[in-house]
């Protein structure tokens, strides 16, 4: 089934550690998101790519880094992770706007916890 | 930056209809769309307004007001699995999507 995959589903994290979450698509989608999601606040856009080799600051992007090698691949960074970044991580893509309507498909989600 | 005003609860009957609202103020508009969102489950798509007026699929309508920097969604005919979290979400001008909090819906029986 065509879609989004993130991996892993789940992780307890230390703070201090490093961590990548990773996210492939198969839909050959030109554009990418990490956004992450917290009680009360909404899905929140950390960073993006609107194509391969070409990445962009979100709205909450300090602490993540992120690169686009290929079209499928979009992983994300947290370099020396705290416990702030405790949230679940939701990656999703999308045809650029003014192809269809440019709706966002979104995999299924990382819960970290960072102790 | 965006600023997405969505009610945080909901809650209706079985069978009857509920109208979440959303307004939003944007640098640039190219499109508004809410998403259902299942407990611990992910976003799924429910609708795209670009331009004014009322889109219907199903039991459920979304409208724009671009000029109002409104919308709504609108659940007809309300059923046990509705219960969810509907988000508002607004993209910009560069084609970033920027969401609302959400607002949480409760079916009861």
């Known amino acids: 089934i065509a879609g989004i995959t993130q991996a892993p589903t789940s992780q307890i994290l230390a703070a201090g550690r490093r961590m990548t979450l990773r996210c492939t698509q198969d839909?050959?989608?030109?554009?990418m998101y990490w956004y992450r999601q917290d009680l009360g606040l909404g899905l929140r856009l950390i960073h993006y790519s609107n194509t391969a080799g070409t990445t962009g600051k979100g709205e909450v992007p300090d602490g993540y880094s992120v690169s686009r090698a290929n079209t499928d691949d979009f992983p994300l960074t947290l370099a020396s992770a705290v416990p702030s970044q405790t949230s679940v991580y939701f990656c999703?893509?999308?045809?650029?706007?003014?192809?269809?309507?440019?709706?966002?498909?979104f995999g299924e989600g990382s819960r970290l916890t960072v102790l | 930056g965006q600023n997405i005003d969505q009610p945080t609860e909901m809650t209706a009957t079985e069978g009857a209809i509920v109208q979440i609202n959303c307004t939003y103020q944007t640098s640039g508009f190219n499109g508004l769309f809410w998403y259902q969102q299942h407990a611990g489950e992910a976003p799924t798509f429910l609708s795209y307004?670009?331009?004014?007026g009322l889109e219907e699929k199903g039991r459920f309508s979304s409208f724009l007001s671009r000029s109002k920097g409104y919308s709504y969604l609108l659940l007809k005919e309300l059923q046990m699995k509705d219960s969810a979290s509907y988000l508002c979400?607004?993209?910009?001008?560069?084609?970033?999507?920027?969401f609302g909090a959400g607002t949480t819906v409760t079916v009861r029986a």
């Open positions: 999703a893509s999308s045809e650029l706007a003014g192809v269809g309507t440019g709706e966002l498909f």
């Open positions: 979400a607004v993209r910009d001008g560069d084609y970033k999507l920027s």
């Open positions: 839909m050959r989608h030109n554009a």
């Open positions: 307004n670009v331009l004014d």
